[in-house]
């Protein structure tokens, strides 16, 4: 299973290397709006929707509200998605504390469109902020993935090496409060190392990549309380050992959304 997870994160990795530094510059916007499509379907499957034809028109949905926020967005427009977002993920932290109180369907419908949307705004903000002859977009935008991705592999190693105290039992039993603290400190270091890329004073892009590393923990745990409630162990098949993509953008979701909002919230990308 660790070799699968291996083999296939790797090639995720080659793939977002290509789209971000060979593909050309107007590319990402478009690879991010295929990721959204296909990330909404999956979450139909999560909003308890059975027929092809509404998942269908659900997964249009997310997909249309994300091409008109691509087509006409304004500094104001991101920065008030960006904060419904996080009002969004603080009543998800809610519904995870409550769990196993039965969450409405209604909820994660409403939830779907809030946080593919956002995640599309958060990562094409960070795609286009900055010098773009400097490439400081498209690097930042993979600065905050390895943020994210150092969470998830310090939290997995931490979590099977020292084990302890569950983090949340009810929604995902294997997580550990040293996985979380594990995660948290790979994530620290990654951001010593963006102060000397980025010229930012050391405590605050630590402080930045850690709160980010915290928040995609929530991402991660709301994404399975969703697949619990719909009776699913993974959102989809796409990746071996991995699951769906929704698996592997549960985190991306939340913690992109607090990155680029801490980051670039109030300056804008324009």
């Not at 949905?61 to 691509?70: D, E, F, N, P, R």
């Not at 040293?178 to 605050?204: C, H, K, Q, T």
């Amino acid at each position: 299973m660790l070799l699968k997870r291996v083999v296939s994160g790797l090639i995720a990795v080659a793939a977002i290397l290509v789209v971000l530094f060979v593909l050309p510059e107007g590319a990402i916007a478009p690879v991010l709006l295929v990721v959204v499509a296909a990330s909404a379907w999956e979450w139909s499957s999560l909003a308890r929707l059975k027929a092809t034809p509404s998942r269908l028109l659900y997964t249009l949905l997310i997909v249309g509200l994300t091409a008109l926020y691509w087509r006409f967005t304004t500094p104001q427009l991101f920065g008030g998605l960006l904060s419904t977002a996080g009002f969004w993920w603080i009543a998800a932290l809610f519904l995870v504390l409550r769990y196993p109180v039965r969450i409405p369907s209604f909820v994660v419908k409403v939830g779907g469109p809030l946080t593919l949307v956002s995640m599309f705004a958060a990562l094409d903000g960070l795609a286009r902020f900055g010098d773009r002859e400097q490439l400081l977009g498209p690097v930042l935008l993979l600065y905050v993935l390895v943020v994210i991705w150092a969470a998830d592999i310090g939290g997995y190693f931490a979590g099977r090496a020292i084990g302890g105290a569950k983090l949340a039992v009810n929604v995902s039993p294997n997580k550990t409060w040293a996985g979380v603290l594990g995660g948290l400190a790979l994530s620290a270091l990654v951001g010593l190392v963006g102060e000397w890329m980025f010229d930012i004073g050391w405590y605050r892009i630590v402080a930045l990549c850690a709160v980010t590393a915290a928040v995609s923990v929530l991402g991660d745990l709301t994404i399975s309380l969703f697949k619990r409630e719909a009776g699913l162990k993974d959102s989809g098949t796409l990746f071996p050992g991995h699951g769906g993509l929704l698996d592997r953008v549960d985190s991306i979701s939340a913690g992109s959304v607090l990155f680029a909002g801490g980051l670039i919230l109030g300056h804008g990308p324009w």
